[in-house]
């Protein structure tokens, strides 16, 4: 069994994350059991500008994460540089848990870009429609917004609508149209083959 504990910064993140990775991993690791421990939620700016909140935040995580395990660290990306943010994340969490393995993904530029990747498999999944032309997942700005503007029986609620679209979305229609979603997906496999195979 591998153990996934989870930081992510948003309530719908907290019950939706669980159901993908869920997903991820009877997709790219069928027969191998993987316990997904609830999410920790985290303020984003507290989590990322104040040390003391994320190397807290860090060691709770550590602690739930027993061996064999890791951590993943699931971030909106917003208006920050991807790479630089995950980089900076990357080594500022290994200084505090140098010895757990420790994945850090951000959404570009959020999580429902997600959403956007897969839209044509989520038409007439809670209301939403697909439209005919749809944005490109990691550049759009306003996910969230978008999607809802596709949900004519009324608005996207996050903490509702966040779990039932990640168990419909087409993994492989957001892993071919996603960059960061495919980073999700590498870090699953990755992390998985490690541990299987230390």
Request: proline share 6%; glycine share 4%; hydrophobic share 40%.
């Amino acid at each position: 069994m591998i153990n996934v504990v989870s930081i992510v910064e948003g309530d719908g993140e907290v019950e939706a994350l669980p159901v993908l990775l869920r997903r991820l991993s009877q997709w790219l690791t069928p027969g191998q059991y993987t316990h997904i421990a609830r999410p920790i939620r985290v303020r984003r700016d507290q989590f990322l500008n104040r040390p003391e909140i994320f190397e807290k935040q860090l060691r709770i995580a550590g602690h739930l994460c027993q061996a064999p395990g890791w951590i993943l660290i699931l971030l909106d990306a917003d208006d920050d540089c991807p790479v630089a943010l995950r980089e900076s994340l990357q080594a500022r969490a290994a200084a505090v848990l140098p010895n757990h393995r420790i994945s850090v993904v951000l959404a570009n530029r959020e999580y429902e870009a997600w959403f956007v990747a897969s839209a044509q498999s989520l038409d007439g999944k809670r209301g939403f429609v697909c439209p005919t032309l749809v944005p490109e997942a990691d550049r759009i700005r306003g996910a969230k917004q978008w999607i809802s503007k596709h949900v004519p029986a009324g608005a996207y609620h996050e903490v509702i609508d966040q779990p039932a679209l990640s168990a419909a979305m087409n993994l492989e229609q957001a892993h071919h149209t996603s960059r960061s979603f495919r980073k999700l997906c590498s870090d699953w496999k990755t992390q998985h083959q490690h541990l299987k195979h230390p």
